[in-house]
């Protein structure tokens, strides 16, 4: 199956989205939450990202190369707001973004239409 080369990424975009969904949800729980509020807005971004790009992946998508290089992004700017905050919760997360983003980051390089994905936006 075509998505089986992708296992390893797919795999990571999943751990880092349930571990967004956890972050985001322990968050709340805080009894400062508004300060976390940038925390959990990317949380909640990041989760939906990986579970879109893993979702590519597995459908062979031409387009995955492209959704790995913005997922990519998206979990390094979730990794670094978690990372600046002590809570357990937010060091794992921000660990499994970190994860997730070089996982990304290698198979937008890798996959087909690589090229596609360092450009600007797909191809029309």
């Known amino acids: 199956m075509a998505h089986e080369q992708y296992a390893t990424c797919i795999e990571a975009c999943n751990t880092c989205a349930d571990a967004c969904d956890s972050c985001a949800t322990a968050c709340l ?15 909640i971004d990041c989760a939906q990202a990986c579970r879109m790009v893993a979702g590519f992946m597995a459908r062979g998508s031409e387009m995955a ?56 936006s797909p191809a029309h």
């Open 65 to 120: 190369a492209y959704f790995c290089k913005f997922c990519e992004e998206m979990c390094e700017a979730c990794g670094e707001e978690c990372a600046r905050h002590s809570m357990a919760h937010c060091q794992q997360c921000a660990e499994a973004c970190r994860r997730c983003a070089a996982e990304c980051r290698r198979m937008a390089v890798k996959m087909p239409g690589a090229r596609a994905a360092q450009g600007a």
């Open 29 to 43: 729980q805080e009894s400062d939450s508004q300060a976390l509020a940038r925390c959990i807005a990317l949380d």
